[in-house]
């Protein structure tokens, strides 16, 4: 990368301690960003040093401290997930974490004159599931930022009014702002509680993996590759708007169970037949590519054994976010 354009930055990012936060506090450690993350759960052990981590629910708890930082840069990342078709539980969830908590932020930022760039981790599910759904399978759709939006789920929804209201603030209030809105696919990594973490975990304890829809395929990107992403988002001065971060290359269910099975042995795979419609999506990394010259590197092989190995090393420490 250039020279950076974060060195000696006040950097602010909210949900630090999560498995994308933690990738990119490290990534900000050694671009010498000043940084505060906030969280609602603490930093695991490690070398933190030139990070100021606090413990506070950014939805309900005061925002003081975020506004006397006064950040220049705003990495923002809280948020809660849940599988794709929501539990009736998630309603309030989904409320607090993603609608209230953003809006929150954003409403901050208002009040930040010296706010730079805010970059929001956003999702793919803010786009129609009829671009990407099918009852039989399909070839694969790669989405492209302009097309149609219609979010699938409470979660895209969220992300999609957090969207608009900081192009809002953009437009009315901060004229120089440059903001980002990272449309992110399927992230998986170390210490996560994502669909390929908790497989592996199922794998290395012998317990019973439960699919369906095998021939399923998704854009899995490997925790580590969205936090260098946005960070080189946040570098490129023409990085603007929506921006779709994945791998750019769709594989099905079958592979990452393949792909996890010759690196631990045969797995014990209940399978579940067809339960819902069929999904065929990928990122389109033209956008991503033509702003930031660079593309995600890393291969679902190479992620799976990073998180296999990660496993096995912190057998009995519990599972991060």
Not at 126 to 154: C, G, H, M, Q, W
């Amino acid at each position: 990368m250039k020279e950076s354009l974060i060195k000696d930055k006040r950097v602010l990012v909210t949900g630090g301690a999560g498995v994308i936060g933690r990738e990119l506090l490290k990534l900000l450690i050694g671009k010498g960003a000043s940084i505060f993350s906030v969280d609602r759960q603490p930093l695991p052990k490690g070398d933190w040093a030139g990070v100021l981590h606090i413990q506070k629910d950014l939805a309900k708890d005061s925002l003081d401290e975020l506004h006397d930082f006064q950040p220049q840069i705003i990495f923002h990342l809280a948020a809660s997930f849940e599988r794709s078709k929501e539990s009736p539980e998630f309603w309030d969830i989904n409320w607090h974490d993603n609608v209230l908590l953003s809006h929150r932020i954003v409403d901050l930022a208002k009040e930040m004159p010296d706010l730079e760039v805010l970059v929001f981790a956003s999702s793919y599910l803010v786009y129609s599931p009829s671009l990407y759904l099918s009852p039989s399978f399909r070839d694969v759709t790669y989405l492209k930022e302009d097309d149609r939006i219609a979010p699938r789920n409470l979660c895209g929804a969220a992300k999609h009014y957090t969207e608009e209201e900081i192009e809002f603030v953009k437009e009315v209030v901060n004229l120089s702002l440059r903001s980002i809105y990272a449309r992110i696919f399927r992230v998986y990594g170390c210490g996560s509680r994502d669909v390929v973490s908790r497989w592996v975990r199922a794998a290395l304890s012998g317990q019973d993996i439960e699919v369906y829809n095998k021939q399923n395929c998704f854009d899995f990107i490997f925790a580590r590759d969205v936090a260098e992403g946005l960070l080189r988002l946040a570098e490129s001065p023409n990085a603007e708007g929506a921006v779709n971060l994945g791998s750019g290359a769709a594989r099905s269910i079958q592979e990452v169970l393949d792909c996890i099975g010759e690196n631990v042995g045969q797995l014990r795979i209940r399978d579940l037949g067809i339960k819902e419609p069929f999904e065929a999506s990928c990122a389109d990394l033209t956008k991503l590519k033509q702003m930031t010259g660079w593309a995600p590197p890393t291969r679902l092989e190479e992620g799976i054994k990073m998180i296999i190995e990660f496993e096995q090393n912190s057998a009995g420490q519990g599972v991060r976010q």
